[in-house]
């Protein structure tokens, strides 16, 4: 919308060429979205609290601690949403196919998750929506993304004029490319699809996921900035992906935001993010890997969400394999919590943790 009247009017009116830069905008994205969520975040907590009485189901099976978050409500997602699309709405080109793909996807998931928390609340279960039929929706949305990316996205070129459209990047390594054809829709879609999922299996305590995801959100939103600037592109030797600068206003959207919902969600927690926002920001982030081509650097700095979801995965074959369980309880999280860590031990060691995932995977941009 701003961006907007810079382009009709900034001739005229020289003030309005502020709202021609990315780094300006992507900081008023993030004020912006915090404000959102401060000024309609108590309203929201009020209704979800009245309508859903009992609150998020508490996982029987989970540590005897948690029961004490009983009739906490969930659904906080809404909350994030609504400072995240808002923001980007003002602030963002809203010309740009990666901005309208990207909030696809993000709100897309975030009906998805919708769905799983409301059927949660009103069953009074931890049992939610089916997984085969969430996992095929995801994939189907992704899938639809992927497509979107590769056909009607910017001309994506690197220095050399490599075709990057349906291309696989490899951080390290400046020429190592792996051309996917139409299978980038299928790996791009299975990018987005673990994205959404893993961060959704990180949301598990107070604070544990949304500020991994803003660390993400960050290291993602210098990365699109980079991506879409030729100039520092060709510098760091990163493939050029013209138009993914905007996506930089997305990724300041969710720091304001995840910000503004912190404050609500912090110990003790007066509302949970649930399926609702966890599926919405993890998918987000999987589709701008997939779009600024840097869908291997996701699994490094993603690389807490990462460890969560292959803590799953590793126990179910483990038990089905075996009979035997190799941690605790799963996700890691929990794990980490039957050894005695007291919550806010596990949530701010996870922090540390994620922070140095983040800079790792932002360190590929310069070792190449």
Same mark, same amino acid.
Request: contains cysteine; positive net charge; aromatic residues 12%.
């Given at each position: 919308?701003?961006y &907007?009247l810079a382009?009709?009017f900034?001739d005229?009116i $020289?003030?309005l060429?502020?709202?021609? &830069?990315?780094?300006f905008?992507?900081g008023?994205? @993030?004020?912006t979205?915090?404000?959102l969520?401060? +000024?309609?975040?108590p309203?929201?907590?009020?209704? @979800?609290r009245?309508?859903?009485?009992?609150?998020?189901?508490?996982r029987?099976?989970?540590?005897a601690t948690?029961?004490?978050?009983a009739g906490t409500p #969930?659904?906080?997602?809404l909350?994030?949403?609504?400072?995240?699309?808002g923001?980007t709405?003002?602030w963002?080109?809203?010309?740009?196919?990666?901005v309208?793909?990207?909030?696809m996807?993000?709100v897309?998931?975030?009906?998805?998750?919708?769905?799983? =928390? &409301? @059927?949660?609340v009103t069953?009074?279960?931890d049992k939610?929506?089916?997984g085969?039929?969430?996992?095929? +929706?995801?994939?189907?949305?992704?899938?639809a993304?992927?497509?979107?990316?590769m056909t009607?996205?910017d001309?994506?070129?690197?220095?050399?004029?490599? =075709?990057?459209?349906?291309?696989?990047?490899?951080?390290f390594?400046k020429n190592?490319?792996?051309q996917l054809g139409w299978?980038?829709i299928?790996?791009?879609?299975?990018v987005?699809?673990a994205?959404?999922?893993?961060v959704?299996?990180?949301?598990? !305590? =107070?604070?544990?996921?949304?500020?991994?995801?803003?660390?993400a959100a960050a290291?993602?939103?210098?990365?699109a900035y980079?991506?879409?600037?030729?100039?520092?592109a060709d &510098?760091?030797?990163?493939h050029?992906? !013209?138009?993914?600068?905007?996506l930089?206003i997305?990724?300041?959207?969710v720091?304001?935001?995840?910000?503004?919902?912190?404050?609500?969600?912090a $110990? $003790?927690?007066?509302?949970?993010?649930g399926? #609702?926002?966890?599926l919405?920001?993890?998918?987000m982030?999987?589709t701008?890997?997939v779009?600024?081509k840097?869908e291997i650097v @996701?699994?490094?700095?993603?690389?807490l969400?990462v460890?969560?979801?292959?803590?799953v995965?590793i126990?179910?074959?483990?038990?089905?394999m075996?009979?035997?369980?190799v941690?605790?309880?799963?996700?890691i999280?929990?794990?980490f919590?039957? !050894?005695?860590?007291?919550e806010?031990?596990v949530?701010i060691r996870?922090?540390?943790i994620?922070?140095?995932?983040?800079?790792?995977g932002?360190?590929?941009?310069?070792?190449r």
């Amino acid at each position: 919308m701003l961006y &907007y009247l810079a382009s009709e009017f900034g001739d005229s009116i $020289p003030l309005l060429n502020v709202f021609r &830069y990315i780094t300006f905008r992507t900081g008023g994205a @993030l004020l912006t979205s915090a404000l959102l969520v401060f +000024l309609f975040g108590p309203s929201i907590i009020r209704s @979800l609290r009245g309508r859903q009485k009992k609150g998020q189901p508490i996982r029987a099976d989970g540590p005897a601690t948690h029961f004490k978050k009983a009739g906490t409500p #969930t659904m906080g997602g809404l909350m994030i949403l609504t400072g995240l699309v808002g923001s980007t709405l003002i602030w963002a080109d809203l010309s740009s196919v990666y901005v309208w793909t990207v909030l696809m996807v993000t709100v897309s998931f975030g009906a998805i998750g919708f769905y799983d =928390d &409301y @059927l949660k609340v009103t069953k009074s279960s931890d049992k939610g929506f089916s997984g085969r039929m969430r996992l095929l +929706l995801e994939f189907v949305i992704a899938a639809a993304a992927c497509f979107l990316i590769m056909t009607y996205g910017d001309p994506t070129q690197s220095s050399s004029d490599i =075709d990057m459209s349906s291309a696989l990047a490899f951080p390290f390594f400046k020429n190592f490319i792996l051309q996917l054809g139409w299978f980038f829709i299928v790996f791009g879609a299975f990018v987005v699809v673990a994205a959404g999922n893993a961060v959704n299996l990180t949301d598990g !305590l =107070d604070g544990l996921a949304i500020v991994p995801v803003m660390i993400a959100a960050a290291s993602f939103g210098a990365i699109a900035y980079l991506a879409g600037n030729k100039v520092f592109a060709d &510098y760091l030797q990163i493939h050029f992906v !013209l138009g993914t600068g905007e996506l930089s206003i997305i990724c300041g959207a969710v720091i304001g935001a995840g910000l503004g919902f912190l404050w609500f969600n912090a $110990p $003790p927690a007066a509302i949970f993010m649930g399926d #609702t926002g966890s599926l919405a920001l993890g998918g987000m982030l999987g589709t701008i890997a997939v779009a600024t081509k840097h869908e291997i650097v @996701l699994v490094i700095i993603g690389g807490l969400f990462v460890m969560e979801a292959l803590s799953v995965i590793i126990q179910v074959a483990s038990f089905k394999m075996t009979g035997k369980r190799v941690f605790k309880m799963a996700p890691i999280h929990h794990h980490f919590e039957q !050894l005695g860590w007291t919550e806010s031990q596990v949530v701010i060691r996870f922090w540390i943790i994620s922070i140095m995932f983040a800079l790792i995977g932002l360190a590929t941009l310069k070792l190449r």
